[in-house]
């Protein structure tokens, strides 16, 4: 679920609880949807992370180190000159809407004592953060709205900064039980009351709006205006407990799974009994700790997509590039099967040039080529002699011939260059930190798909390999790249090694580090697992897996980074899983 405004309550609280009087000693742009502000609070120093990415927006302490730009944008300049050392004095809400005003009091260029005012709006795909002046103007926006984005609310640098026109909902902490029941049952038409109950209640989330109604009408199910005497006081009682779980904040932080399953599905402040026994919850310490755990894996892989969509979007043009190419040229490729019926024709015109009148549109000639000695109707330029059309078709037999001989060689390139194209797919889409879109990047360079960038004219450093052990000890090692496959099966890895990759399937380099040792079939399963994890097929079943000894791998030259032939080696089918033991 999105956080909520009651869940951004008790949020807000548990900032206010550190953060009030922390001073701004850092600021970080990660990327265009988050901003990170380092704290100096008594609690010791503290990663304040605002999000305003679409399916994740929040504010929380976190703590992960977010990786930053190699160059600072210019708002996190600007805002490092303009709030770096402020002292946070306070943390408003907007009722239960989900924005949070975050007072600074800093020191503009003259020395004088300034308000500056960090807005975080919790809107979904609408999310932002303004900053803004003691006066009420704009600074500036992590997302800046122009006209051409929307008439209804501007928000640019030196205009006047206006909320969000404000929904026709109750806050339950200033509004008395019986008149929010009221707007519930009287909503126009009938509706399910958990719907009802989102369409009239401020800050208020879709699983806390089910839980109200399995709590109210016990499992049953009933609409809005069609509520008995008694439902109505029971969703009067439970509005009434949930304002003071609010105003207190004596709510929990709860992650809810699937029983059985260990992927999380939603979060709540309140116990959620409307699953029954199908759902089960975990118990946080914190709701910044709750919101730094749900959403850091889902942000991880979102945050390394919006930094690699460059090179996504380069790489995903060259494969629709060299893909047309490949169906372009087979299809010439069939044409020319026909060569040998140029060639016969050329030879039937030779034989009976005596017999073609000049100017002839056809000729009809014995084909001695057919057993049966059939007749063939051979079309002519009417404009060239009959000597001239039999060397017509041997020009056009000889042409078709050289083009076959050039189009299987270039077909053939083509495919080499587009399965190296989907290796690289791969390795983008398995990138996790700066370092390594860094190093994947200077690959594309390399290879010509974008131009080279001064600012990358030294070399980003190199990661290790990554590497994991197996339950009987086994070290095993892993690509992160094309570059670093060769490296690591061309000159890191033992002749007795043994090699591991997925079958016809782009995927990393996995090596089983031996030490002189021999590999028994569990160890290799277990290796086989680690390759098929790092592979494209990582969300597949029954992956294909082929592995070999070291020495009996080799690369040809002038081959793609990562491109290799190999021999004697044998298949496995294994379902992709890591190890509990592992390290990078």
Not at 131 to 136: A, E, I, L, Q, T
Not at 510 to 529: N, Q
Request: charged letters at 25%.
């Amino acid at each position: 679920m999105a956080l909520d405004g009651m869940m951004l309550h008790h949020v807000a609280n548990e900032l206010k609880t550190t953060a009030l009087g922390s001073r701004v000693y850092q600021i970080y742009l990660p990327n265009r949807d988050e901003i990170m502000l380092l704290l100096r609070t008594q609690e010791g120093n503290k990663r304040l992370l605002i999000s305003t990415r679409a399916n994740s927006p929040r504010i929380h302490f976190t703590k992960y180190n977010v990786e930053n730009p190699q160059t600072p944008p210019m708002l996190c300049m600007l805002m490092r000159k303009k709030l770096g050392g402020g002292k946070l004095v306070d943390i408003r809400q907007a009722g239960l809407d989900r924005i949070l005003s975050l007072d600074f009091d800093c020191t503009d260029e003259l020395g004088d004592k300034v308000r500056i005012t960090a807005v975080v709006e919790i809107m979904g795909k609408y999310s932002n953060v303004i900053f803004v002046d003691g006066s009420g103007i704009i600074i500036d926006a992590l997302k800046r709205v122009d006209m051409t984005m929307s008439s209804q609310r501007l928000v640019l640098p030196n205009i006047p900064y206006e909320y969000p026109a404000p929904q026709d909902k109750l806050n339950i902490l200033l509004t008395d039980s019986r008149e929010v029941v009221d707007k519930i049952t009287s909503t126009p038409g009938e509706k399910p009351l958990n719907k009802a109950i989102l369409g009239a209640v401020q800050g208020i989330s879709p699983v806390i709006c089910r839980e109200l109604e399995a709590r109210t009408l016990g499992g049953e199910s009933s609409g809005n205006k069609s509520l008995s005497e008694n439902e109505k006081q029971r969703l009067q009682a439970e509005i009434d407990a949930l304002a003071d779980t609010v105003l207190t904040s004596k709510g929990k932080p709860l992650v809810l799974y699937h029983k059985g399953d260990s992927k999380p599905f939603d979060i709540s402040f309140v116990e959620i009994t409307q699953y029954g026994s199908l759902c089960e919850s975990r118990e946080f310490d914190s709701f910044c700790e709750l919101l730094d755990s749900y959403y850091i894996e889902r942000d991880s892989a979102d945050r390394m997509r919006v930094k690699a969509a460059d090179l996504t979007r380069v790489l995903n043009n060259h494969i629709n590039r060299t893909t047309n190419k490949i169906n372009i040229q087979k299809q010439e490729l069939e044409n020319c099967a026909d060569r040998e019926q140029l060639r016969i024709q050329g030879d039937l015109l030779q034989a009976n040039l005596y017999r073609i009148e000049r100017g002839a549109e056809s000729v009809t000639v014995e084909n001695f080529y057919d057993e049966n000695n059939a007749p063939m109707e051979i079309l002519l330029n009417p404009a060239l002699t009959p000597a001239q059309n039999a060397q017509k078709f041997y020009k056009d037999y000889n042409k078709a011939k050289t083009a076959q001989q050039v189009l299987t060689v270039q077909i053939q390139k083509a495919e080499e260059e587009l399965l190296y194209l989907e290796s690289l797919k791969d390795v983008l889409s398995r990138v996790k930190s700066e370092k390594e879109l860094n190093q994947v990047r200077l690959e594309f360079m390399e290879q010509g798909y974008i131009k080279k960038n001064k600012s990358m004219s030294k070399k980003p450093s190199t990661l290790p390999p990554l590497e994991y052990k197996t339950s009987d000890g086994f070290r095993v090692l892993v690509g992160r790249n094309n570059k670093q496959n060769d490296q690591l099966t061309m000159k890191t890895a033992s002749k007795r090694d043994v090699w591991l990759h997925t079958k016809d399937i782009p995927g990393s380099h996995t090596i089983i580090v031996t030490d002189g040792r021999e590999v028994g079939e569990s160890t290799v399963i277990e290796a086989a697992r680690i390759a098929a994890y790092h592979s494209k097929a990582k969300d597949s079943t029954n992956v294909p897996v082929d592995y070999t000894l070291v020495k009996h791998v080799s690369k040809p030259n002038g081959a793609k980074p990562g491109m290799v032939i190999f021999v004697n080696n044998r298949t496995v089918y294994v379902d992709p899983a890591l190890p509990t033991d592992k390290s990078e």
